[in-house]
Antibody, heavy 114, light 108 residues
Framework: EVQLVESGGGLVQPGGSLRLSCAASGFTFSSYWMTWVRQAPGKGLEWVAKIMKDGTEKYYVDSVKGRFTISRDNAKNSLYLQMNSLGAEDTAVYYC???????WGQGTMVTVSS | EIVLTQSPGTLSLSPGERATLSCRASQSVSSSHIAWHQQRPGQAPRLLIYGASFRATGIPDRFSGSGSGTGFTLTISRVEPEDFAVYYCHQYGSSPYTFGQGTKLEIK
């Protein structure tokens, strides 16, 4: 079964850091680009970042550039999102997705609050 | 950045009726890189349509997509009870990729 499972969410203080992980299974992870999308409580979807198959090309929404880093480990079938300098505006459910969203994980909640 | 505007914001229909959801882009979307996703309450999004008009695996044929350039449409020929959800259009042709604000399909 094709599956994506996110982890690493939680409560973090403003200015803090968090690293999200996404474990992929059921498909050849190294053959696909991957994406992070987030959804603030009660709001719509926001595309966050994308990484190409070999990790050499990365793209970000302006609001996270310089603070978030997307990465992957094809040997471990895993996708990551390192989030630094977190603010209240980063509070959201974070989803990893295969390609541009043909498969989605169940999401992990990140809450930034003191 | 390409801004996607969806209309209507809320669509109230009865089961069996036809649903027409619109997505307008602020500039032309390259190669019809438009997708539609469905999100039921408390669930992750699910891909319905990609490439503007191609149904994703396992999606019933009552769902169809059309359009090109700056105007795109998702049509549900006969709405089923499980179709009441929020629908998002998504452009993945030009970074930063963007989503519309969503159309909520609710039971009338």
């Amino acid at each position: 079964e094709v599956q994506l499972v996110e982890s690493g969410g939680g409560l973090v203080q403003p200015g803090g850091s968090l690293r999200l992980s996404c474990a992929a299974s059921g498909f050849t992870f190294s053959s696909y680009w991957m994406t992070w999308v987030r959804q603030a409580p009660g709001k719509g979807l926001e595309w966050v970042a994308k990484i190409m198959k070999d990790g050499t090309e990365k793209y970000y929404v302006d609001s996270v550039k310089g603070r978030f880093t997307i990465s992957r480990d094809n040997a471990k079938n895993s996708l990551y999102l390192q989030m630094n300098s977190l603010g209240a505006e980063d509070t959201a459910v974070y989803y990893c997705a295969r390609k541009d969203g043909d498969i989605w994980g169940q999401g992990t909640m990140v809450t930034v609050s003191s | 950045e390409i801004v996607l505007t969806q209309s209507p914001g809320t669509l109230s229909l009865s089961p069996g009726e036809r649903a027409t959801l619109s997505c307008r882009a602020s500039q032309s979307v390259s190669s019809s890189h438009i997708a539609w996703h469905q999100q039921r309450p408390g669930q992750a999004p699910r891909l319905l349509i990609y490439g503007a008009s191609f149904r994703a695996t396992g999606i019933p044929d009552r769902f169809s997509g059309s359009g090109s350039g700056t105007g795109f449409t998702l049509t549900i020929s006969r709405v089923e009870p499980e179709d009441f959800a929020v629908y998002y259009c998504h452009q993945y042709g030009s970074s930063p990729y963007t989503f519309g604000q969503g159309t909520k399909l609710e039971i009338k």
